[in-house]
């Protein structure tokens, strides 16, 4: 099926821009709730099954999931209040290839501690054994705690992780495109397996890489598995709006929303790519009700569990830069003034480092929960947790629909709190309304993850082994 073919097929309205829909595994963040008595594992291949099989039901494009590498710590200890334990991503794919048929198959794999032959071959593979539904979410992974876990450490400086990441992308993309169209030939009369002895010839010599040889594996179905990136500083727009297909992002408010689509579209356009081919997907979150008063008290429900007390206080432990724990997540803010520096090196690892000035943002809480009366938890509620999506079924479908229609997103990743059940109300009750809307097609029509998120279903195939020597 060519990118041509899709769209009767879709029965569209004219005009109107089709949402696309990632399913993203719990855990790996903040926003799941191990503690929830409808919460399961996050490590028994059935939840896996059961997400990814809710998730193609209702048509989704793709199931998601992120990686991390190394548990969260403070002062050299696991930090006990995640959802902690990840199966090796590669593995969980191909496990889930065989019990899908048509929905995407996403990985988060970084490019700062493998190396490109070892992932290109990964993820041809699972774009073989799942006929053409694999993808990569591509990050970077700076910090050098992560780094500890591998022979090179944190190696590298943060300005080189998106130098380092375009030249592996590159490197990557010759090697899925290193066997030509008819290089496989398996001819039995003339004794010939291969078209000849150069095919899936490989060769590159660049600042991170020098590499060559022989890609062991033919072209597979998608010739080039989806790529998304993930990373919102400017370097990694840039290596984004020229070396992806899909953005992974934050959810913002609606304005910021659309310039952040229109500032990475526009990157893409300047870069000679068409912008309708990097599609922006937030991350985004979500708290269905019957009724809104009902969605906005279970929204605020979910928002206290996933802050606990000892949560709520290594929250401020990142902006303070100092060890809370001897005060009371249910009594006032510390009366401390913040640190510019942690004042251990080991406080906080494994989270992202606030660039905001700690004592100006320190000083607006203060006055915050003066105002309306909030102990150190209810803050951290107030001021960290936020559904993207609150509402009736028809609300969201709306919510979403309208972000998409009004260019703030080409879709959304949607992150359920709990596991594996947390997506299934959304896929049964939300995505049968955007169907009706003519946003999400009744079925896959693609037989790719490529054509399915309408993306060229077929990059220009070289017959010819790539040599690049930048
Ligand atoms: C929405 C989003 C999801 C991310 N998911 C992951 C992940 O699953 N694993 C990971 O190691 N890094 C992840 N990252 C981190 C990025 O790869 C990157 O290292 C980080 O955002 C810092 O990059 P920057 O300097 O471009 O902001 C994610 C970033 C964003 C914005």
């Known amino acids: 099926m060519s990118a041509g073919a899709e769209r009767p097929a879709e029965r569209r309205p004219p005009g109107r821009r ?27 291949f059935s939840s896996f099954v059961h997400m ?6 209702s048509r989704f494009d793709f199931f998601f999931l992120a990686e991390g590498l190394r548990l969260r ?32 198959l996403v990985g988060t794999l970084t490019t700062t501690y493998n190396e490109p032959y070892e992932v290109a071959r990964q993820l041809a593979t699972l774009d073989h054994l799942s006929g053409g539904r694999a993808g990569w979410n591509a990050v970077t992974s700076p910090d050098a705690f992560t ?25 990557v993309r010759s090697l899925w495109r290193s066997w030509g169209v008819d ?31 022989h890609f062991p594996l033919p072209r597979s179905p998608q010739v080039e598995p989806v790529v998304l990136q ?49 599609l922006i997907l937030p991350a985004a979150t979500f708290a269905l009700g019957d009724t809104t008063e009902e969605a906005e008290r279970h929204a605020a429900e979910v928002r206290r569990a996933q802050v606990s007390g000892a949560t709520a206080l290594q929250f401020l432990e990142r902006f303070y830069n100092r060890d809370l724990s001897g005060y009371d ?78 260019g703030a997103a080409d879709g959304f990743i949607l992150v359920p709190h709990l596991s594996p059940g947390g997506l299934d109300e959304l896929a049964e009750r939300v995505v049968p309304l955007l169907q009706e809307r003519g946003s999400v097609p009744a079925s ?18 070289r017959s010819h082994p790539v040599r690049s020597h930048p």
């Open 329 to 406: 997540p249910d009594g006032p803010l510390p009366d401390v003034e913040p640190l510019p520096e942690p004042e251990d090196p080991l406080l906080v690892q494994g989270q992202v480092v606030p660039t905001v000035d700690v004592v100006a943002q320190v000083r607006e809480w203060r006055e915050l929960a003066a105002a309306k009366g909030l102990s150190l938890r209810d803050l951290v509620v107030e001021v960290s947790a936020r559904q993207t999506f609150v509402g009736t079924a028809a609300e969201i479908a709306e919510q979403i629909d309208h972000r998409v229609q009004t």
């Open 52 to 57: 990814a099989r809710t998730a193609e039901r």
């Open 230 to 278: 993930a990373g919102d500083s400017d370097a990694g727009r840039a290596f984004g709006a020229t070396h992806a297909d899909g953005i992974f992002t934050l959810a913002r408010g609606l304005d910021e929303a659309r310039a952040f689509s229109a500032d990475l579209k526009g990157r893409a356009a300047a870069a000679g790519r068409d912008p309708d081919h990097l």
């Open 183 to 213: 290089d496989l030939v398996a001819d039995t009369d003339g004794a010939r397996f291969v078209r000849d002895v150069e095919v899936g010839a490989f060769s590159h010599r660049g600042r991170h890489f020098d590499v060559e040889g």
């Open 73 to 104: 710590e403070k002062k050299g200890r696991i930090h006990d209040l995640d959802v902690v334990g990840r199966p090796d991503t590669l593995a969980v794919l191909a496990a889930l290839s065989a019990v899908t048929e048509h929905l995407g």
């Open 18 to 44: 089709q949402v696309r829909l990632g399913a993203h595994f719990p855990g790996v963040n903040a926003t799941s709730v191990w503690s929830d008595p409808a919460s399961g594992s996050h490590i028994d």
């Open 444 to 461: 896959y029509t693609g037989r790719t993850l490529r054509e399915n998120l309408g993306l060229p279903a077929e990059p220009p195939v």
């Open 147 to 171: 780094g500890a876990n591998f022979r090179r450490g944190g190696f590298l400086d943060r300005a080189d992780r998106y130098d380092r990441a375009a030249e592996f992308v590159t490197v």
